[in-house]
């Protein structure tokens, strides 16, 4: 695919791979909660992947292949659990799946930085994986699945980053955090709050599985938290003197830039779920 779209400019490219996305992802997650888990499940698998693969650039040899598998254990443990096939006390093969990288690393006679390198295993599970496995606690956090809760959220996340994305190229002036990302607005921020809020309103029109101040409550802390998310992504990326995460999603870059936002702002929602709403 990534052949096919290099002869459109970045706009088409975008658009297009956008589309197709969307569509690969709203389709699985309406269809049923174990298409909801496949989908994640290589989203999750390809993310971290590539979170490893960018900090190899740096000269950082992480438990690449262990740390993603580990996550992935993580992210399946967390679904199992949440739709009641298995029970809490498996959360607990966690500690010894995770730790298990300090007893590798002190037979790695080759890693002159062992404990930077064990700290950036650990970074990635933290960072990639435990994001991804609180998506499955909102997914269930009704008590069964609702495919309208993880879409919403993901609606939302793609209306704030389209919201953000056009109002920040078309009247964008006054920078929101120059430091570390120059391109993006004050402008820019408040396009896509307002996009994301209007999905939100829309949503609750036709999605009650979910109140419309949950719904607009979610997409305001969507918004907030996501931007956030873009940028520690671009900190990351910063640091490692790179544009974009990957090239795997013509016109969008990797999958870290394409969910970066929702890796930072899953948690302040299902914090927010737990507590103050159920």
């Excluded at 029970?87 to 002159?112: E, H, R």
């Excluded at 999605?207 to 671009?234: A, H, K, R």
């Amino acid at each position: 695919m990534t052949s096919a779209l290099n002869k459109y400019n970045n706009l088409t490219q975008r658009v297009i791979a956008g589309l197709i996305g969307v569509f690969i992802i709203i389709a699985a997650v309406a269809y049923s909660d174990w298409a909801y888990f496949a989908i994640f499940f290589l989203l999750c698998m390809a993310t971290q992947l590539e979170f490893y693969k960018l900090t190899g650039l740096d000269g950082m040899v992480p438990l690449k292949w262990y740390g993603t598998i580990s996550g992935s254990l993580i992210f399946t443990i967390s679904f199992l659990e949440e739709k009641d096939i298995i029970g809490y006390q498996y959360y607990f093969l966690i500690f010894p799946i995770v730790f298990g990288i300090f007893l590798i690393k002190l037979y790695k006679k080759s890693d002159a930085n062992p404990f930077v390198n064990i700290g950036i295993t650990f970074l990635g599970i933290v960072y990639v994986a435990l994001p991804f496995a609180l998506l499955n606690v909102s997914a269930f956090s009704l008590g069964h699945y609702s495919y309208e809760i993880v879409l919403g959220l993901l609606l939302m996340l793609w209306a704030s980053d389209t919201g953000a994305y056009f109002a920040g190229t078309y009247f964008g002036r006054r920078k929101l955090f120059e430091r570390i990302s120059p391109k993006k607005t004050w402008e820019g921020f408040i396009g896509g709050l307002f996009l994301a809020i209007s999905m939100a309103y829309g949503l609750s029109l036709y999605f009650f599985d979910l109140n419309p101040y949950q719904w607009i409550s979610s997409g305001i802390i969507m918004t907030v938290c996501g931007t956030y998310g873009d940028l520690v992504e671009s900190l990351f990326k910063r640091s490692m003197s790179i544009k974009d995460s990957g090239t795997a999603i013509p016109g969008h870059g990797g999958f870290l830039d394409r969910f970066d936002g929702l890796l930072l702002s899953i948690p302040f929602i299902i914090t927010f779920f737990e507590i103050f709403w159920l």
